[in-house]
């Protein structure tokens, strides 16, 4: 019999919206579909407008809030009905929601995903587990990055020390030693797709850089890659995260040393996201044998081989040499944390966030008996 989750991820990217079908009844579980929303222009312009500190941010946060929880619900929809599965076949649905504020730096350290739940149990049928990073944050953790316990259920080997890395708006890894005596460990290496994407809306029109085309066709600027990687997050040791509120457009005009052609300004921003990620990798992972792919910046094939070339010869391919389509790990990721949640078991590795213990994290919306 099938125990079937949903998963919703939609992360710093604002790209769009993924829901997945995953059939956790198979070891290792089964992704079954994934069905992409796309939020097109003016919602992101939106959620991004929320980013940052702005006028009537109550009223703007409240009502988006509902809307991206109708946009959750209408994704699952759509998902169950391309698979012929019915709403009450579904366990649960874990929703991520969307990051407008991370900062687990600040003094009175906080996080904040909006896509109401109430809406989205409610719409559905279905009961949903979300919110999951603040629980992290109240037990003392970064509250990120939360898919590494995924990773490990769905990715370890036995005989190979691999990482699992995860290209979205922020690149993450995920550090899986083969002998299971070593713990997991993982944390946000720094910019993955965001400043480039941000770089090829401005200059190209363009929401990203397809395969990373137009970065290929641009120098590395030596200056601005040695401003960028003297950034001081990267030096930071983990457990550590980021997001929007470091790397955005506005921070990085700050860092251009004077008029550059905008192609060369993509090509170094492609190299800072290879060079972060595999400093990270070399600094953290010596023994790396394996280095498997996810997110939309597995699309980036410039990216792929500008990382590549970087970590001399160790095996790079992306998740789908797994089983997995890369572009569906991260929501799988919270299909089997609102299914721990569910059962009463913890979804965070206090090796990974920081935090002082593992714990039970998100809250339930539970479905109304129909
Ligand atoms: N064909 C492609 N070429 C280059 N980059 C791509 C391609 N497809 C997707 N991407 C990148 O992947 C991003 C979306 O990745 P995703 O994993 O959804 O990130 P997030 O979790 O931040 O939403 C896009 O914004 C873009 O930067
Ligand atoms: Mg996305």
Redesign the pocket.
Known sequence: MADYYVGL????????L?AVLVDFATTPPTLVDGYHLELGSALRHEIMGLCAPGDNEIERLSTLDVQLGRLSAEAVRQLLAQNGVAAAAIKGIGSHGQTVRHSPASAIPYTLQIGDPNTIAQLSGIATVADFRRRDMAAGGQGAPLVPAFHQTQFHSPNKNRVIL?????ANITILPAATSQPVSGFDTGP???L??GWSQLHQNR??????NWARSGKVVPELLNTLLADAYLSLPPPKSTGRERYNLPWLQTQLPGQLLPQDVQATLCEQTATTIASAILQYAPTTEEIYL????A??GYLLERIAAHLGGRHLATTAELGVDP?WV?AMAFAWLARQTLRHLPGNLPAVTGAREAVILGGIYPATPR
């Not at 995860?166 to 922020?170: A, E, L, Q």
């Not at 929401?207 to 990373?212: A, L, Q, S, V």
């Not at 996810?294 to 910046?297: D, E, F, K, Q, R």
């Open positions: 991820m939609s992360g710093t990217s604002m790209d769009a993924d995860n290209i979205g708006g922020i993955g797709n965001m480039m994407d929401p990203y850089d397809e395969n990373g996810c997110g939309g910046g699309c980036n572009q991260e």
